[in-house]
């Protein structure tokens, strides 16, 4: 039994005319988000980094181009806003891991790209990032994981959460 078993055990005997079923998947969700965001917070302050830091980082290492991402393309893979995103930007510039350059093509357009202090550190994080989450699904074998995972697709899907741009 885990603590969302309980809440619902809890509510079908005060309210048994409500239909708490809900609650065991999106309680569940709701607090594993709540343990992994402890558990990333911890393992990045290690790096001298927050979560979103390595978010960006790894949007911009993951794109594959040397040019970068505009900071429209970043807005819609961190879903936050066009002021926050100049905030993130802000700050990972102020540390050297990234720089904002002129496109080209057209210079009204700015791009967010990698410093080599900024790569080296994304290239450096991303394998130990995998062996920490690779710790915190341990309990679930391969098979286990894939099913959740494709659980998960469809529900984000069903919610509007499809693929980037």
């Known amino acids: ?14 309210r048994p005319d409500v239909d708490v079923s809900p609650m065991a998947v999106i309680g569940r969700i709701q607090r594993l988000s709540r343990l992994f ?9 290690d790096f001298g980094m ?3 830091e390595f978010d960006v ?5 993951r794109s594959g181009s040397e040019a970068g ?7 819609k893979v961190a879903m936050v ?3 926050a995103i100049t905030n993130r930007i802000d700050r990972l510039v102020a540390k050297g891991w990234i720089e904002r350059q002129p496109c080209p093509e057209d210079r ?3 791009r967010v790209r990698l410093t080599p202090e900024g790569r080296k550190m994304i290239d450096d994080v991303l394998p130990k990032h995998m062996e920490n989450e690779q710790r915190l699904l341990a309990s679930l074998d391969m098979d286990s994981r894939e099913q959740l995972a494709g659980l998960l697709r469809t529900l984000a899907e069903s919610l ?3 693929a980037p741009d």
């Open 81 to 83: 806003t066009s002021g």
């Open 69 to 75: 991402l505009t900071a429209g393309a970043l807005i």
């Open 1 to 14: 039994m885990d603590a969302v078993d309980l809440f619902t055990q809890h509510w079908n005997r005060e």
């Open 50 to 52: 927050e979560f979103w």
């Open 57 to 61: 980082l790894a949007t911009l290492r």
């Open 160 to 162: 509007g959460d499809g």
């Open 108 to 110: 009204r357009v700015i």
């Open 37 to 45: 965001e402890q558990d990333l917070k911890r393992f990045f302050s």
